[in-house]
T-cell receptor, first 112, second 115 residues
C-alpha cells in the first residue's frame, strides 16, 4: 500500500500557483519524498524529490514540514499543460525495496 | 531524444498468444524497472534490474511473465499465453544507481490490448 495520502482532485486557475498537499505521517528517517505527474497516455514524469530541506528546480518547489510528516508541491504559475495526475511517493534510500509505490494521486485541473 | 524508449507503443493480440516488449533505458543508467498500469490506477511495480541482475520481483509477476536484461543495457518483458487480465500499460523506467536516491525516469509505455 502507498504510504502517502493525497486529495483525489484539485482545481487551479491558469497563471496562479498550484499547491498540492501530501501526507506521509509514517515516513522514516532515510525515506525521500518524490513527486511525479502523469498526463493521459504518457508515462509518469519525474518532477522533484527531497529528504528534509525544501527543494526547487525549473519545474516546481517542494516544501517539506519540519517533522517531515507532510509536504507540498508548488507549481508557481500553473498553465493548461500542467493538468495531470500528480503522485506523491515515499521511498527509502538505503537497502529495502527499490520500487515506487504509487497511490491514486491528485487529479489537478488547470482552468483557463 | 535521450529518454527511456519503449517499443512497440501499442500491441493488440489474441488471448493465448505470446508478446514481447522492449525497453531501452537512458544511457549509463544501470538500474531498470518494469511497472504495469491498468485504467484508473497508478503504476504497479513488477521487477527491477541492476545491470544484468534481476534483483527484485513482485508477486504480480506470475510464471507467465519473464524479464531479461542480458547485457545490462536494453531489457525485454515477455508474457506467455496472454489472458484478458494482462491488458494494461507496461511501463519501463531507469535510474542511475550510483546514488541510491536518484529518481526513476519513465518511458511512455507499451499499451497491450488482449482480444
Amino acid at each position: 500500500d502507498a504510504k502517502t495520502t493525497q486529495p483525489p482532485s484539485m482545481d487551479c486557475a491558469e497563471g496562479r500557483a498550484a499547491n498540492l498537499p501530501c501526507n506521509h505521517s509514517t515516513i522514516s528517517g532515510n525515506e525521500y519524498v518524490y513527486w511525479y505527474r502523469q498526463i493521459h497516455s504518457q508515462g509518469p514524469q519525474y518532477i522533484i524529490h527531497g529528504l528534509k530541506n525544501n527543494e526547487t528546480n525549473e519545474m516546481a518547489s517542494l516544501i517539506i514540514t519540519e517533522d517531515r510528516k507532510s509536504s507540498t508541491l508548488i507549481l508557481p504559475h500553473a498553465t493548461l499543460r500542467d493538468t495531470a495526475v500528480y503522485y506523491c511517493i515515499v521511498r527509502g534510500s538505503q537497502g529495502g525495496s527499490e520500487k515506487l509505490v504509487f497511490g491514486k494521486g491528485t487529479k489537478l485541473t488547470v482552468n483557463p | 531524444d535521450t529518454g527511456v524508449s519503449q517499443d512497440p507503443r501499442h500491441k493488440i493480440t489474441k488471448r493465448g498468444q505470446n508478446v514481447t516488449f522492449r525497453c531501452d533505458p537512458i544511457s549509463e543508467h544501470n538500474r531498470l524497472y518494469w511497472y504495469r498500469q491498468t485504467l484508473g490506477q497508478g503504476p504497479e511495480f513488477l521487477t527491477y534490474f541492476q545491470n544484468e541482475a534481476q534483483l527484485e520481483k513482485s508477486r504480480l509477476l506470475s510464471d507467465r511473465f519473464s524479464a531479461e536484461r542480458p547485457k545490462g543495457s536494453f531489457s525485454t518483458l515477455e508474457i506467455q499465453r496472454t489472458e484478458q487480465g494482462d491488458s494494461a500499460m507496461y511501463l519501463c523506467a531507469s535510474s542511475l544507481g550510483r546514488v541510491s536516491h536518484q529518481p526513476q525516469h519513465f518511458g511512455d509505455g507499451t499499451r497491450l490490448s488482449i482480444l
